[in-house]
């Protein structure tokens, strides 16, 4: 089966397990990954044996030679949904809980008078969270390019740098090689600022103490996601521990974890090395999640995860951290997936403390 043939028939299956007739679909993740053209204002309604996309004047002919050739491009309104609905008699159709907004579900039940509408939950993260070659291809093209901007930025990096231009350096060097645009608003946060897991880089000059950058480039909307943490000046007695802990529990973890554990065993192994070296109440999030078409998506690695256990297919991040209030933060972070021979690590970049 080819990646569409592979995406249908899991959508199809999950379809007539929730006994949905159709599904409309508009979180702009879903609509790529069916569709296979990106358009963060389309929407589709697919059947069980059809696919109508629909894309407005500005994406229209791009979606004719782009889209997967099972759907059919339709421009808004020609013909409408409601057309579609009458002449296919649909009348359960499947709308994104977690994407639609009240005002739209609300337009969309006064158009579709009649139909039954369903959430449709996880369904499609569900679907998405298995990934195939082709989607991990993507994923470490990006990540050799984000590996490459920390690699030209240790060339480069002064102390007369601020952290925004530490920001600007690594993402004109994504864009310059081929990164589609920044996975998310990029981190670079020193000294105390780095306290803040998703500290706002700042127009000052970098403070001595712990530099961590969060960062991802971008290939075929796939996104790749890292965390490095150096030092700004000579790191003291107090940082090298912070730092061998949150290495050490990265580590333990990724040694660990594999298909078929519990996800929140893998995030409990981290958490334990974390809090038995005395540092109990500074590692206060998940140790990791989901990365593909959603820079956070499913599967969690976190102690709130539940039942879940890790599957084959899952591509994920391993991202513990310490953070110390007023002080300084420091966090590690890999992807990991998990494929039928075994973990990969994706991250292929240097852990050992790098002091400037
Ligand atoms: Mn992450």
Do not use: C, K
């Given at each position: 089966m080819n990646i569409m043939e592979i995406r249908y028939k899991r959508l199809r299956d999950a379809m007539a397990e929730k006994g949905l007739d159709a599904v409309y679909v508009n979180a702009p993740e879903n609509y790529l990954y069916m569709s296979h053209f990106d358009n963060p204002d389309g929407y589709m309604l697919i059947t069980k044996d059809k696919s109508w996309l629909f894309a407005d004047f500005r994406y229209f002919e791009a979606a004719k030679l782009e889209?997967?050739?099972c759907c059919t491009v339709c421009e808004p309104r020609k013909p409408g949904l409601s057309e579609i609905v009458n002449e296919y008699n649909l009348k359960t159709i499947g709308y994104e809980d977690q994407a639609l907004t009240c005002y739209e579900l609300y337009s969309l039940k006064q158009q579709l008078t009649g139909c039954d509408f369903v959430p449709t939950g996880n369904m499609f993260s569900s679907i998405r969270a298995s990934k195939t070659p082709e989607e991990i291809e993507a994923v470490v093209k990006a990540q050799r390019i984000a590996e490459g901007a920390f690699r030209h930025l240790l060339t480069m990096i002064h102390y007369d740098m601020t952290e925004t231009d530490v920001v600007a350096e690594l993402e004109y060097y994504m864009k310059k090689n081929g990164s589609e645009k920044p996975s998310f608003d990029t981190i670079a946060v020193s000294g105390a600022q780095s306290s803040r897991p998703h500290g706002v880089p700042r127009p000052v000059k970098l403070e001595k103490g712990f530099l961590t950058m969060d960062y991802g480039a971008m290939i075929n909307g796939y996104h790749s996601d890292m965390t490095r943490t150096i030092c700004i000046g000579k790191a003291d007695a107090d940082m090298k521990k912070v730092y061998d802990t949150v290495l050490k529990a990265q580590l333990a973890a990724l040694e660990y974890v594999e298909a078929g554990k519990p996800n929140k065993d893998v995030d409990k192994v981290a958490r334990d090395i974390i809090h038995s070296a005395g540092y109990e109440g500074c590692f206060g999030h998940g140790l990791g999640h989901g990365v593909g078409l959603l820079i956070h998506e499913d599967p969690r690695v976190s102690?709130?995860?539940?039942?879940a256990v890790l599957q084959v297919g899952e591509l994920i991040t391993i991202e513990p951290g310490i953070y110390i209030e007023g002080k300084y933060g420091c966090r590690i972070e890999d992807m990991v997936y998990l494929s039928e021979n075994g973990k990969q690590n994706l991250t292929d970049c240097p852990k050992e403390l790098i002091e400037i």
């Open positions: 889209a997967f050739s102690s709130g995860a539940g039942d």
